[in-house]
């Protein structure tokens, strides 16, 4: 039966909210202080009333007192939806101000492309943006790749008795450490470590490129941050292609693809369990499916013809599916070249590499090497048992950081998703195809908001309509917290309103 | 007899000049990549906000140009490339260059990506500092939200300092 919510249940998630807004509040902080910096007076001021407004409302949300009887998974799952719609509002509000943005609908679009590591932009005139507000683009993919939720149960959640809870309704699963808040802590200190790492070989590449110290080291920190959280913002309108460089593109690769492997595989080698990295299923799925995208994509351009040297076919598909398939979004060729010159072999291995995405527990989206993994292994185990006789014990195994007997549980979960996804990606597939996109555009438009990937065929752009705008928002927010904390504040909200 | 060679000497280049131009279609970076088949390997002129940075390579090196909003990769020497003096960014509206160069489609040099390289490279029209005026109206905000704040921060915390005393 569902109850219907209490005082108690709105005041918890309030409160946790709160803790998770004045997280927001205090990363404004980054932002101003680099226009401070470069003397960006007025963007100074945008973040500086930003960052208020977010601490009264964070404040405001967390001085109500939690008084649940307990911290259940419904609180885990609302505060974990609520909070990244809300982050998304207030994030908005530098973009809005800033006069980068059509509306505030737009801005919106940003930050929840940019909270969810889709990647899809709408910001106008994105070459003559100041420091600061680039700042916040990269650093909004960066904390959103991590988590928000992570990032306040890290720092400002000292009770961990909801802590978990809130931890799987940002649809990490993975831990790390017995303890929910060390775990969220291992995962910062991954990627902080990565961070120091990641921003000076990109710096170092930047340099060797040509470009100045200041300048490489802004361009380093930021791609890092969007590569590693597989965002792929840029701060260029060109994306990488700005840089017209093998050597930065395959640094950027790195980072991208380190950031699409599974923290607890990231903590799995730290702590030296290498053999982590070929025997894991995930790993192991993606390589296959990875394989089986590239040749595609490659069998289909050398017939296209577009290419004529072997090592340019390679760059431009290699690059191209694994940003697709590590849901990152970096791309070394124009929206419109896909289209128009990539035919229809090549974009349908993209828009499959989109959806299965990387690996769960990390910073990329889609359905999930380990998902696809667990569902091939389970249509073998169902095979087997009718091969064998019927009182044989057929058992399954995969290896995931340990072996684990495959099971009927893990195999829904699997399915659960798999299938939400699907159902989301046909929704977006038809309300694109309503806003005048053919097929293979509203297909690979869609597979790169449903996977949080952000390449675009072209289709999201400031003109594209208002509805459509929406949908994707939602849909990037959905497919980043993978379905059931979203369930549950519709639930929430439904057993909220009705009448008994 | 030299008096009236000279003349028709010139005529003979304006005429050659204005053929020439004829010839090199004027194009935006949005015609080449949608009409990339029918430009590729051809003499284009361009023209474009020179922005971001001129990344040197040895005797040659990039810049980037937005024309009518794409930006699109210029390769050229460093003696053409020194003509830019401003590029554009938050700061500044970079020059204006006018590139007649050959346009790749997929460019066997540089890896397959869509490039023009530059035989000739003319700033057309100087870059100008982007004037930005500090914003009454977001100053008039912050002076009414940041008292507010701070007011709340201290409130909040010296409730967590009583309650954190009371509760030991």
Same mark, same amino acid.
């Given at each position: 039966m569902i109850r219907r919510p209490s005082t108690h249940d709105y005041r918890t998630i309030a409160h946790y909210t709160g803790k998770v807004m004045i997280g927001i509040a205090i990363l404004f902080s980054l932002p101003l202080a680099t226009a401070l910096v470069f003397q960006e007076w007025n963007t100074a001021l945008d973040f500086a009333n930003s960052l208020c407004i977010a601490l009264l409302v964070g404040m405001g949300l967390s001085l109500i007192p939690p008084r649940a009887r307990s911290f259940t998974w419904l609180h885990g799952m609302v505060v974990a939806s609520l909070s990244w719609m809300l982050a998304t509002v207030l994030g908005a509000l530098p973009y809005y101000f800033s006069g980068h943005y059509r509306s505030f609908l737009d801005a919106a679009f940003d930050v929840m492309s940019g909270y969810t590591t889709t990647g899809l932009i709408l910001i106008q005139d994105l070459d003559h943006v100041a420091n600061g507000l680039n700042m916040w683009r990269h650093v909004l993919t960066y904390v959103g790749g991590q988590g928000m939720v992570v990032l306040a149960l890290t720092f400002l959640v000292k009770e961990a008795g909801g802590g978990v809870k809130m931890y799987i309704g940002e649809a990490k699963d993975e831990r790390l450490l017995p303890s929910v808040v060390h775990t969220a802590r291992a995962i910062w200190w991954i990627s902080l470590v990565y961070l120091a790492v990641g921003t000076m070989a990109h710096w170092v590449a930047g340099l060797l490129i040509g470009l100045k110290p200041i300048p490489a080291f802004l +361009? =380093?920190?930021?791609?890092?941050?969007? =590569?590693? #959280? @597989? $965002?792929?913002?840029? !701060?260029?309108?060109?994306?990488?292609?700005?840089?017209?460089? /093998?050597?930065?593109e395959t640094v950027t690769a790195l980072f991208f693809v380190l950031g699409s492997f599974n923290f607890a595989l990231h903590w799995a080698?730290?702590?030296g369990k290498r053999r982590e990295v070929y025997r894991n299923i995930e790993n192991l799925s993606l390589t296959a499916t990875l394989t089986l995208t590239f040749t595609l994509a490659a069998v289909g351009l050398i017939k296209a013809g577009v290419y004529t040297e072997p090592l340019a076919v390679f760059r431009r598909v290699f690059y191209m599916i694994i940003s697709g398939h590590t849901t990152t979004g970096f791309q070394n060729l124009y929206a419109r070249q896909l289209l128009l010159e990539w035919g229809p072999l090549p974009i349908t291995a993209i828009t499959i590499a989109m959806l299965i995405g990387a690996s769960a527990c990390s910073t990329a989206g889609g359905f999930k090497g380990l998902r696809v $993994?667990?569902? %091939? *292994?389970?249509?073998?185990?169902? @095979?087997?048992?009718?091969?064998? !006789?019927?009182?044989?014990? %057929?058992?399954? *195994?995969?290896? +995931?950081i340990r072996d684990v007997v495959l099971e009927d549980r893990h195999v829904r979960g699997a399915a659960l998703v798999v299938v939400s996804y699907v159902a989301l990606f $046909?929704?977006?597939?038809?309300? /694109?195809?309503? #806003? $005048?996109?053919?097929? !293979?555009?509203?297909?690979f438009e869609t597979a790169s908001v449903t996977g949080n990937v952000g390449l675009s065929i072209g289709v999201t752009n400031p003109?594209? !309509?208002?509805?459509?705008k929406l949908w994707y928002i939602v849909s990037m927010w959905i497919a980043r917290l993978e379905f059931f904390s979203v369930y549950a504040l519709i639930g929430f909200i439904f057993a909220g309103v009705r009448r008994k | 007899m030299k008096y009236l060679s000279v003349p028709w000497l010139v005529i003979a280049l304006l005429m050659v000049g204005s053929v020439t131009a004829a010839t090199h279609p004027r194009v935006t970076a949005d015609q080449l990549i949608a009409e990339a088949g029918e430009y590729n390997g051809r003499t284009v002129v361009i023209r474009g906000e020179a922005f971001g940075d001129i990344m040197t390579r040895g005797s040659m090196g990039w810049v980037n140009v937005l024309s009518e909003g794409v930006g699109i990769g210029i390769w050229a020497d460093t003696n053409q490339l020194a003509k830019i003096r401003l590029l554009g960014s938050y700061r500044y509206r970079g020059d204006i260059a006018e590139v007649t160069g050959i346009f790749n489609r997929a460019c066997s040099q540089h890896g397959g990506e869509p490039d023009i390289h530059a035989l000739s490279l003319d700033v057309v029209e100087a870059g100008s500092p982007i004037a930005?005026?500090?914003?009454?109206?977001?100053?008039?905000?912050?002076?009414?939200?940041?008292?507010i704040t701070v007011i709340g921060v201290l409130s909040a915390t010296r409730r967590r300092v009583k309650s954190n005393t009371n509760s030991l």
């Open positions: +361009h =380093g920190l930021w791609v890092y941050m969007a =590569g590693w #959280s @597989t $965002g792929g913002f840029a !701060p260029s309108s060109m994306n990488v292609m700005y840089y017209h460089s /093998t050597l930065y080698v730290w702590n $993994g667990i569902l %091939v *292994k389970a249509i073998i185990q169902d @095979t087997r048992r009718l091969l064998v !006789p019927e009182s044989a014990v %057929v058992v399954e *195994k995969f290896h +995931h $046909g929704i977006g597939v038809v309300l /694109t195809a309503l #806003s $005048g996109a053919s097929m !293979p555009e509203a297909a003109q594209m !309509p208002a509805y459509l | 930005r005026p500090l914003q009454a109206e977001k100053i008039r905000l912050a002076a009414a939200l940041v008292p």
